[in-house]
């Protein structure tokens, strides 16, 4: 596993970008863009990461970059990649589409199943904030259950979608699942996921202290509350062969119980005020998907 003291010091996300204080998705922007080294065209839509970029003409990523329609994202990526080709220039540089999950679980989930039959040649990320954030905070289908949004103003009744399941239901050759505040796990799976052809799908939970209502200096340690509690587990699927990862699989081989999730609702305002009932089915919610990973885990060697 790469350490963040061997990472590349060039930086691809500057300083001076709209993110708000304390934004994962920067974070996690920031080992994306040093994972390819800049050599990458960048597909995306409407989102925090547009607002993030800031207006024409400035731009906060050096990096070559396309805003394309909210549904388009993995359709709009095929075309890139169509268009790299036949100026036979596709070995140059990897082609990433990089959605919310608004526009990845719901609005681009058309594109992106489409893609992922043909098994189209580009890397997609997710980047997961739970919510359409930079319209105000409106839940999607990742808004996970208990969730108070402008649109669930006593909390979300749903779980989330698991949408690397449905990826994995197309049989595309690699799916993975990290944490912004795991910047390495990040990095270790765009590397991977770069020297593969055909669709590569990563989910990103982004920490998003706006959206989620916690103090902006928390961004990691609540990311890694998150793993620690097993509400997000990092792992990754390749060929079909599940393997927990980076702290998930340390936790798992150490056959302790995980944090409890009251925990994290404690940490974060959008949980304030979820019964214990609620409560109760998020942690026998997060104790089944737990026992689901373990249980395809396939140890290296
Ligand atoms: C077809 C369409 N519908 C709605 C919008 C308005 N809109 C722009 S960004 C956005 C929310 C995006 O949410 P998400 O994909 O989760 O990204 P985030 O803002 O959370 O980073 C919405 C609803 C739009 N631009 N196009
Ligand atoms: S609303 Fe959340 S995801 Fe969007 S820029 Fe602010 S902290 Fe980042
Ligand atoms: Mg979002």
Same mark, same amino acid.
């Given at each position: ?105 719901? %609005? /681009?989930?058309? @594109?992106?199943?489409? =893609? *992922?039959?043909?098994? #189209?040649?580009?890397?997609? +990320? ?45 049989? %595309? /050759?690699?799916? @993975?699942?990290?944490? =912004? *505040?795991?910047?390495? #796990?990040?990095?270790?799976? +765009? ?45 990754? %699927? ?64």
């Amino acid at each position: 596993m790469t350490r963040v003291s061997e990472l590349s010091t060039t930086e691809y996300l500057l300083s001076g970008n709209r993110a708000c204080a304390g934004c994962g998705l920067g974070i996690g922007l920031r080992a994306i863009t040093k994972a390819l080294d800049g050599k990458m065209v960048l597909v995306n839509p409407a989102s925090c990461l547009t607002v993030l970029g800031g207006m024409y003409p400035i731009s906060s990523l050096d990096v070559p970059w396309i805003n394309v329609a909210f549904p388009s994202t993995a359709s709009s990526a095929a075309g890139v990649r169509a268009g790299l080709r036949a100026m036979r220039r596709e070995g140059e540089m990897t082609v990433l589409a990089m959605a919310g999950d608004g526009g990845t679980a719901d %609005i /681009g989930m058309q @594109a992106l199943s489409g =893609a *992922a039959e043909r098994d #189209d040649d580009f890397i997609y +990320v997710c980047y997961d904030n739970e919510a359409y954030m930079n319209t105000g905070t409106q839940r999607s289908g990742s808004t996970p259950a208990g969730a108070r949004t402008t649109t669930t103003w006593t909390g979300k009744r749903e779980n989330p979608k698991d949408v690397p399941a449905i990826m994995e239901a197309h049989g %595309i /050759g690699y799916i @993975a699942s990290t944490n =912004a *505040a795991f910047p390495t #796990d990040v990095y270790d799976k +765009v590397l991977k996921a770069r020297d593969r052809r055909g669709l590569r799908y990563i989910h990103m939970n982004t920490p998003c202290p706006s959206g989620w209502s916690f103090d902006p200096k928390d961004t990691v340690k609540l990311g890694r509350l998150a793993v620690d509690t097993g509400v997000v587990v990092l792992y990754e %699927i390749e060929d079909g062969v599940f393997r927990l990862t980076g702290r998930s699989a340390s936790l798992a081989k150490s056959g302790k119980p995980l944090v409890p999730v009251a925990e994290y609702l404690a940490a974060q305002g959008r949980f304030r005020g979820v019964s214990d009932e609620t409560a109760a089915e998020i942690q026998s919610w997060v104790d089944a998907r737990w026992a689901g990973y373990g249980a395809r885990h396939t140890p290296v060697g």
